[in-house]
Every structure is written in structure tokens, then in C-alpha cells.
Nanobody, 124 residues
């Protein structure tokens, strides 16, 4: 019974910050990795950030580098995304995902499990 639940979304003004969290229940496997994706209306689902099982590799999407910071503890089945300097373009539903793998891949089909998403709206 693998379940991913996101929280922390909301409405924020441009330049503001939000902190998202993802909690995974029913550990997918002994070795797995976690990532954040987002999807805006009419757009493809986009890779935001991900962490390999080893913790040595953390990846960020080009559009969020320098503004978003991913952290958390896979062993505790948690993933956190600190989002700073938010822009209107960051408005989207944010999803966490899990894969039965030790590495991160940015392609949608790679991921085995998905949360239901949390809405982030950046607007004045």
C-alpha cells in the first residue's frame, strides 16, 4: 500500500516562499528514490527536484535552480521542497513521485508512484 501525500501548497505573492512536504507510507522497496514534479494548466509535467537513494546526488530542474532547495530523509520516507523567490511561472500542481530505483530520472514514465498533488499559486 504505497501512498504519497503532498502538503504545504497555497497562495503566495511573487517573491514569497512556500515549503512543501511529501510523506511516503508503505515503503515502495528497500531501495527507492524520490522526486518533485509540477504541472501547470496546459503544460507537460515538469521535473523540479530529485534525490538519489545514496543522497550524494540531488538534481534540480533548470527553471528552479538557485531558488528551490530539496531536502529530507528517504529513510524516514519524507521529502521537503523549500521554494523561495517564487514567480508566477511556478504556479502549478506539485507532485511527489517515487521509483523503485537508486537513481533519479527526469522522465515521467520512469516513476512508479505518484501523489495527488498540492496546488501552488503565485499571484499578486
Amino acid at each position: 500500500q504505497v501512498q504519497l501525500v503532498e502538503s504545504g501548497g497555497g497562495l503566495v505573492q511573487p517573491g514569497g516562499s512556500l515549503r512543501l512536504s511529501c510523506v511516503v507510507s508503505g515503503r515502495p522497496s528497500t531501495t527507492y528514490t524520490l522526486a518533485w514534479f509540477r504541472q501547470a494548466p496546459g503544460k507537460d509535467r515538469e521535473f523540479v527536484a530529485g534525490r538519489s537513494w545514496s543522497g550524494h546526488n540531488i538534481y534540480y530542474g533548470e527553471s528552479v535552480k538557485g531558488r528551490f532547495y530539496g531536502s529530507g530523509d528517504i529513510a524516514k520516507n519524507t521529502l521537503v521542497l523549500q521554494m523561495d523567490a517564487l514567480k508566477a511561472m511556478d504556479s502549478a500542481v506539485y507532485y511527489c513521485a517515487a521509483a523503485r530505483s537508486a537513481v533519479v530520472d527526469t522522465t515521467i514514465s520512469y516513476w512508479d508512484y505518484w501523489g495527488q498533488g498540492t496546488q501552488v499559486t503565485v499571484s499578486s
